[in-house]
């Protein structure tokens, strides 16, 4: 939810978080490039999709919606 708020720099902390905690995970890294897209970090945005493309290349796994969702609705 934050993503959706327009609220990039709140969910930062929790993504980064999340992708440390899920390092094979796809949608940390996908979130994470749509948050610093918001904050105009292209450079990071970049870093995270590239990494995501990585991960779903090697057959990394989804958090699933219930997680996406929480992580979303702070």
Known sequence: MYIKQQKAAD???????????????????????????????????SR???EAERIQAQGGSRLGTQAEDHLEEK
């Open 48 to 50: 995270e999709l590239s």
């Open 11 to 45: 969910a930062l902390p929790l993504l980064q978080k999340a992708a440390t905690l899920r390092p094979d995970a796809i949608d940390p890294h996908r979130l994470l490039a749509d948050a610093y897209t918001q904050l105009r970090r292209e450079g990071d945005a």
